[in-house]
C-alpha cells in the first residue's frame, strides 16, 4: 500500500516528530554523501534532471521540454529511466515524446543509447546515482513545497543535504505560484536559477462549470492551484499517493459523487494513463506544458555542453 507523505515534512518549523528522527537524518545525509566519480561516456552527453525534494518536482515535464529543445535542433536524443514498476505512467507519457529505454541499470541503458546512435541522454530521474558521472545536472522544486521543512528523509523531505545543491549548480523552481518567499537559495553562489510553470493545453475540452478533481502525483496542490487560476469551480477534489494504483472502488466513489452534483470529473494525464480502460470515457484528463520564463539562457547552457 502507497503511502502519502507525512504533513510535517512541509512544516516551515520543525516539530517533535522531526526532532526525535533527525538522528536518522544525519546518519541517512553521511552515507548518501559517496565521493566516487561515476563512469563517463565520452562519446554520448548525460544530462540528468532529478530532485533533492521527494517526488513532485515536474522532472518529466522538464526532460520532455528538453528534448523538445534538442529536436528543434535537430540533435538526437533519448530518454532513459531506471526500471520501476509503479512508474508505468511516466514512461508512458515520456514514449509520447520519443524513444525511451528502460533497464535496471542507467549505466546499461546509456550504452544502450550509445550503441543506437544518439548524441545526447536525457534522464528522467537518477541525480542520485552514483554510477554515471553526468555533464550536466538539474535539480527541481516545486515552487509550493520548495525545501519542506529543510531536513532529510526521515526528519524531512530531501533525499540529500540542500548545501549539495551548489555542486549541482542548475535549479528549476517548478509551479504556478507567483513568488517565491524563500530566499534560502541566495545563500549559494553561482546558481544557474531557472523558472517554470504549468500551461494547460486542451482548456477547450472543458465545458461543464463544476469539476471533482483527483491526482496521485507528488503534488496535488500544484494540479488544483493550476485549475483553480483557470477558472475550473473544483467542487471537490481527492488526493491519492503518488503513482497510485486506482481501484474499480476508488473510481466509483468519485463517479458517485459527480453524477449526485451534476459535475464532470477531471485528473491529470499521468493519472489518465493508469486508468482502467473501462473508466476512460467516464473521467477527462488536461494536459500541460512546461512553459520556461527564461528559455533563452537554458538554450545557451544546452550549446555549451560538449557534442
Known sequence: MKLKKPKFWDYKQTTLLSDLLYPLSILASFLSSSKNKGFKIKEITTICVGNIYVGGTGKTSLVIELKKILDKKKIRSCFIKKDYKDQKDEQKLLKKHGDLIIEKSRLNALKIALNKGYQIALFDDGLQDKTIDYDLKFVCFNKKNLF????????GPLREDLRNIQKYKNIFLIGNDEEIKDKTLSN???????NASY?????GEFTN??????????????????????????????EFPDH???????LNKIISLSKANQSDIITTEKDYLRLPETFNDKIKSIKVKLKISNIA???????EINL
Not at 297 to 303: A, D, S, T, V, W
Open 148 to 155: 519542506g521543512n529543510g531536513r532529510v528523509i526521515p526528519a
Open 188 to 194: 549559494f553562489q553561482n546558481l544557474n536559477v531557472f
Open 244 to 250: 497510485y494504483d486506482y481501484s474499480e472502488k476508488d
Open 199 to 203: 500551461v494547460p493545453q486542451n482548456l
Open 297 to 303: 539562457k537554458l538554450e545557451k547552457l544546452l550549446n
Open 209 to 238: 462549470k463544476k469539476y471533482i478533481a483527483f491526482s496521485g502525483i507528488g503534488n496535488h496542490h500544484t494540479f488544483i492551484d493550476m485549475l483553480k487560476k483557470n477558472n475550473f469551480d473544483i467542487i471537490k477534489d481527492f
